[in-house]
């Protein structure tokens, strides 16, 4: 299974998202406010989550802001640290 | 329901001035003395009273007229000699914290995960985190809230230094949220508000306090279950003229897991509603939410 599927996989269980299948979230829409509508606390959440499935630390605030403005880039974040 | 606070003084910045030259001069006698005559003179006003009625109305429930204006005073009193202390702090030095705290708060660094402090706007709370990053043995971080036209100053801003802790403003949304974490990771503590709403978008549950529902804010709850960092309720207590201490109510471990529904951390935020509870019928005078919490 890709990244971007098991990350629309665990933030719709893991962040308890009703009405929302994994196939809904798009790769390049907004994860935060508009979009998905995720909020702050979430991030707190993404963020365990991203360290727990694949093993990457996101200790980089700005990177780590950048990172989630889509799955795309999350993903991308995530394969850069991995590799 | 949604009360309304504000995080900016009733003083002008004059008067403050005012209050700050007569601490460089005079030192803190000087300022209560002249803190007794303008709390007098703000207890006469209807706009200042109205702001403690509900809190006073129901800590104190059969007081008449005249004893609910010294109850008036005695909070208003208070709330102006922890004022004066913390700018005496910055200014002259020489306030003195208790550290009875340390032994309490020593498993944070045993188990490297990072502590959430929760505490309420009580006592010399400002000061809380300078003794604190002084006294406890690792770094702290403080999670503020500020609104334009604060004239209000901290310490450290009277003394001209850098605070011995940092602060993360909750307005920066998403970056703040991922530096929590990274503290937290780090071992460090962590303080945060857990007795105001800031705004109608910050998650919150209703509980009980003085028997009447209140909403309170649970971000720290959930913070809390997902970096798996314990929770500690903590009241600043102003113990006497430029002396203070930090009351720990209660240690929780809040489980993993229990995702966004602001429901599922009522249970702890009412054990905080009813710590802070208990904390005012010890120390009525120490509570300063001077708004309608339950408006």
């Known amino acids: 299974m890709d990244i971007r599927t098991v990350l629309k996989k665990a933030i719709v269980e893991e962040l308890n998202l ?32 991203v360290q727990r499935l694949f093993g990457v630390v996101m200790d980089d605030v700005e990177a780590a802001k950048e990172a989630f403005a889509s799955i795309n880039a999350l993903a991308s974040y995530i394969e850069t640290r991995k590799s | 329901m949604s009360a309304r606070w504000s995080s900016r003084s009733v003083g002008s910045r004059l008067q403050h001035a005012i209050f700050y030259a007569l601490i460089r001069f005079a030192g803190t006698t000087g300022a209560y003395a002249l803190l007794a005559i303008v709390v007098s003179w703000y207890t006469l006003r209807p706009s200042v009273r109205n ?4 809190y006073l109305g129901r800590r104190f429930p059969a007081a008449g007229f005249w004893a609910m204006l010294l109850h008036t005073w005695k909070l208003q009193w208070t709330f102006g000699q922890c004022l004066v202390d913390r700018a005496a702090a910055g200014i002259s030095g020489g306030f003195s914290f208790a550290e009875n705290f340390r032994d309490r708060l020593s498993f944070a660094a045993e188990e490297g995960r990072g502590v959430i402090l929760l505490a ?57 949220s991922v530096a929590l974490l990274n503290r937290l ?42 970096s798996g960092a314990p929770l500690v309720f ?33 249970p702890y935020a009412q054990r905080f509603a009813s710590e802070l509870e208990r904390f005012t019928r010890e120390y009525p005078y120490q509570f300063f939410n001077f708004y309608d919490l339950w408006g």
């Open chain 1, 18 to 49: 009703e009405d929302v299948l994994p196939e809904d979230i798009k790769d390049d829409a907004p994860l935060f406010g508009e979009g998905l509508g995720l909020d702050s606390l979430d991030a707190v959440e993404l963020t365990v989550l």
């Open chain 2, 51 to 54: 702001r403690s009625k509900a």
């Open chain 2, 120 to 176: 309420g706007h009580t006592g010399c709370w400002q000061l809380s985190p300078t003794a604190l990053a002084e006294h406890a043995g690792t770094r702290v971080t403080v999670l503020a809230h500020t609104e334009d036209g604060d004239v209000d100053r901290h310490a450290h801003e009277h003394a001209g230094t850098r605070p011995p802790y940092e602060t993360l403003y909750s307005r920066e949304g998403v970056g703040t």
């Open chain 2, 185 to 226: 990771r780090e071992g460090e503590l962590l303080c945060i508000m857990g007795d105001r709403v800031e705004g109608d978008a910050e998650p919150a549950v209703t509980v009980s306090f003085f028997g009447s529902p209140v909403a309170m804010p649970c971000a720290a709850y959930r913070l809390a279950s997902a």
């Open chain 2, 234 to 266: 903590t009241f600043a207590v102003r113990t006497g003229a430029m002396q203070g201490t930090l009351r720990i109510a209660e240690v929780l471990r809040i489980p993993a897991g229990l995702g966004k529904n602001p429901e599922n951390y009522q």
